[in-house]
């Protein structure tokens, strides 16, 4: 399915473990509770799309496109999120343990009660990200920047605007 357009298309509580959606365009598409286990979505498009509870552990989404994506609840642990572009997406709740979001760049994207417990944060550029009551224990922050980021204690950096 690499390169399939899949936009608007109903796949919630599907399982798609290891399915190749390389460069697959996921716009609007509804893949909420879908098992996507070690799948792979390199270069894909998952802008509006509602990911919320899915199973997403282990998989690939290197330089996808995230615009107003909802990850909310989802399990991300072990994903690859690296060089993630992201404006005004929800991880609220999601499970980002040991997660891969180096290089990521997250505009006012929600990520209040997430995991990021060992996550790869290193070189990301956060602006604008609501981080409330996130769980950042061992996260790797080397040359992360915050731009009026709310920090999981509910203050505000705005070391690296």
Do not use: W
């Not at 399982?15 to 716009?27: E, G, I, P, S, V």
């Not at 792979?40 to 996808?64: I, K, Q």
């Not at 180096?102 to 290193?122: E, I, N, Q, R």
């Not at 920090?151 to 950096?157: K, Q, R, Y």
């Amino acid at each position: 399915m690499a390169g399939a357009n899949l936009s608007f298309a109903d796949l919630s509580g599907a399982d798609m473990t290891r399915a190749n959606l390389t460069r697959a365009d996921l716009t609007y598409t509804d893949l909420s509770r879908a098992n996507l286990s070690k799948v792979d979505m390199t270069e894909a498009d998952v802008s509006r799309t509602n990911l919320g509870l899915a199973n997403l552990t282990s998989a690939n989404l290197a330089r996808v496109m995230a615009h107003e994506a909802d990850f909310s609840g989802a399990d991300l642990s072990r994903a690859s999120l690296f060089l993630l572009y992201d404006s005004g997406s929800r991880f609220a709740g999601a499970n980002l343990k040991r997660a891969n979001l180096y290089g990521a760049s997250l505009f006012d994207t929600d990520l209040s009660g997430a995991d990021l417990t060992g996550a790869d944060l290193g070189y990301a550029y956060l602006k604008g990200v609501d981080l409330t009551g996130a769980t950042m224990t061992g996260a790797i922050l080397t040359y992360t920047q915050f731009c009026n980021t709310i920090m999981p204690d509910g203050s505000v950096s705005n070391a690296n605007c």
